[in-house]
């Protein structure tokens, strides 16, 4: 289930976004980012719906992934 990034309070916005961007194996490309810098893109792609975060019922979670995805 997709759950809007506007319904969340900031602060657990910002937790789940900096917990998938901590996450080992996210990449960035060559040049090393800040968790700040990071968070800061996952934020924008969220409003510019690149981004979308997901609700797992069975596992009792949420991740964030590529909205891309369903397009492919």
Not at 9 to 29: H, M, N, P, W
Request: glycine share 4%; proline share 1%.
């Amino acid at each position: 289930m997709e759950i809007p990034w506007q319904r969340l309070q900031d602060e657990t916005l910002t937790a789940l976004i900096e917990e998938f961007v901590s996450r080992e194996g996210t990449e960035y490309g060559e040049r090393e980012y800040s968790l700040a810098e990071k968070v800061a893109q996952v934020r924008r792609q969220l409003r510019e719906g690149r981004a979308r975060i997901l609700y797992d019922a069975e596992a009792d979670s949420c991740h964030i992934e590529s909205a891309e995805k369903d397009a492919r």
